[in-house]
């Protein structure tokens, strides 16, 4: 079994900045794409940005130039650097890791943007 443990959400103005972070313990054979997803109320959950054991990335255009997502492969773990939020990105936000051949979610953080 995998487990994830997220951090760094919390309440920002906009213009401001956050890291989250994701770190992925347990039984680990093979750690393959890792990536951020959030949802909104009322929205679905959607893609943020992912990140292959390679480094090759995605992101979803709404955050293209302002969101960097990196990983650390000796310490299985997956970051997200969120610059010039805007209150559109308040949302909770989900760590997601394909390992040992399954998807395994994190619990979310919170991340706000106020006006």
């Known amino acids: 079994q995998v487990q994830l443990v997220e951090s760094g959400g919390g309440l920002v103005q906009a213009g401001g900045s956050l890291r989250l972070s994701c770190a992925a313990s347990?039984?680990?054979?093979?750690?393959?794409?890792m990536g951020w997803y959030r949802q909104a109320p009322g929205s679905q959950r959607e893609l943020v940005a992912t990140?292959?054991?390679?480094?090759?990335?995605n992101y979803a255009d709404s955050v293209k130039g302002r969101f960097t997502i990196s990983r650390d492969n000796a310490k299985n773990t997956v970051s997200l650097q969120m610059n010039s939020l805007k209150p559109e990105d308040t949302a909770v936000y989900y760590c997601?890791?394909?390992?040992?051949?399954?998807?395994?979610w994190g619990q979310g953080t919170q991340v706000t943007v106020s006006s």
């Open positions: 990140i292959t054991s390679g480094g090759s990335t």
């Open positions: 997601n890791v394909r390992a040992n051949g399954r998807n395994y």
């Open positions: 347990g039984t680990i054979f093979s750690l393959n794409t």
